[in-house]
Every structure is written in C-alpha cells, then in structure tokens.
C-alpha cells in the first residue's frame, strides 16, 4: 500500500474519533481495518501506529493551530479540515520521515476530496504559516549555534 492511500485511511481514523468514545474506538479500529480487503500486516501496524502518535500529540497539535490560525480556533474548524490539519501538523513536527511539501500537500488534497469548496485553501493557509515559522525557528537555531562556535 502506498503511503497516499496509509495518510487517507489515517485521516478516515482520525475523523472517526470526533465521532465515537475512546472505548469504542477500540473496536472501531478493528472494524475498520477488517474491512480493507487484502491489508498487509505491515500497513495496518503503519497506520495504527501513526494514528495513535497523532493522538498521543493531540493537545500540542491543537495549542499550535490555535496559536495559528486567527479567528478560527480548532472548536470552530470543519472536522474535515480539522483533521487533515491534525495529521499534517504531526508530521511537521513529529515525523522526520515526512518532507514539509508532502505533508502540506496531502493535507490539502484530502481536504479538497473530503471538505467543503475553501477547504484546500484554508488547509493550505495555516500549514504554510506553520511550516514557515518553523523555518524561521530553524534558521535562529542555526545561527545561535554558529554564533556559539
């Protein structure tokens, strides 16, 4: 499976818990994963374990889109875009494996298929403020450090 299709079942999992207890997300899971046909171990392993560090993240991915986006506190978010956010922004910063562009990327391609019509451009707008303010947090760490040399 490749990794589009992992990020787009991720995301589908990720939305459902909007939806569901954290009790029945458990069997949720199980559910979810039983109805894709032909699932190599590898991927569903992949994906649970994505899924669960996006959680394990949730309340600093939160404060950060909070910090973000003006005017649209994650309360007020569609779930759609909330959650291709949610993922992206752990892959930001939490997944090295993840190049910015993709991450940002992706996240606007599921929300253009699965959101509203502004969807990819709201999506688009806070993940390209974040990942430049990460760039900028990146080139004062490598100054200070040059400077301390």
């Not at 458990?26 to 994505?50: G, P």
């Not at 993240?57 to 759609?80: P, Q």
């Not at 990327?105 to 990460?134: H, M, P, Q, R, Y």
């Amino acid at each position: 499976m490749r990794r589009r299709e992992q990020r787009e079942h991720i995301f589908k999992l990720l939305f459902m818990t909007e939806f569901n207890s954290e009790e029945e997300m458990n069997e949720q899971l199980s559910l979810y994963f039983d109805s894709l046909e032909e699932l190599a171990e590898k991927d569903q392993e992949y994906m649970r374990e994505k899924y669960n560090h996006v959680l394990e993240h949730l309340d600093e991915i939160d404060a950060l889109l909070n910090e973000t986006s003006k005017g649209w506190k994650t309360k007020r978010m569609s779930r759609v875009d909330l959650t291709a956010l949610r993922l992206a922004v752990y892959e930001l910063k939490f997944d090295k494996n993840v190049p910015t562009g993709v991450a940002i990327n992706e996240a606007v391609e599921l929300a253009k298929n699965f959101g509203g019509d502004t969807s990819g451009s709201f999506v688009n707008g806070i993940l390209g403020k974040i990942a430049k303010d990460e760039d900028t947090k990146e080139d004062v760490k490598v100054e200070s450090e040059e400077k301390t040399e």
